[in-house]
Nanobody
Framework: QVRLEESGGGLVQAGGSLRLSCAAS????????MAWARQAPGKERELVAVVTTWDENTYYPDSVKGRFTISRDAAKNTVYLQMDNLKPEDTAVYYC?????????????????????WGQGTQVTVSS
């Protein structure tokens, strides 16, 4: 069992920055990928940042590329999301996810449904 706890959300003006943190506890080994996703009211959960642990590659959708940065501190079992130049359309609940079971196909880390654990989320609100 893995427990994930997000923090760092809040209210920020457009153009501002926030740094989200996700502290993991429990049986976190192995973890194949870590991700941040967001969900706005009436919308599906979408991945906004992924890091794969075997090669430390990162992935971002075009909507956040160049503005969001995912990083992790393996010693602290913590993953971060640095969000810069925030826009009102970034307003959502942000969730941290871990993929702890190996899937039988490559690229599974690009799908939110393929993550085994999610945190409770932290609200990010960007005002215009």
């Amino acid at each position: 069992q893995v427990r994930l706890e997000e923090s760092g959300g809040g209210l920020v003006q457009a153009g501002g920055s926030l740094r989200l943190s996700c502290a993991a506890s429990g049986r976190t080994f192995p973890t194949y990928a870590m991700a941040w996703a967001r969900q706005a009211p009436g919308k599906e959960r979408e991945l906004v940042a992924v890091v794969t642990t075997w090669d430390e590659n990162t992935y971002y959708p075009d909507s956040v590329k160049g503005r969001f940065t995912i990083s992790r501190d393996a010693a602290k079992n913590t993953v971060y999301l640095q969000m810069d130049n925030l826009k009102p359309e970034d307003t959502a609940v942000y969730y941290c996810g871990f993929q702890t079971r190996k899937r039988g196909y490559s690229g599974s880390h690009n799908y939110a449904d393929e993550y085994d654990y999610w945190g409770q989320g932290t609200q990010v609100t960007v005002s215009s």
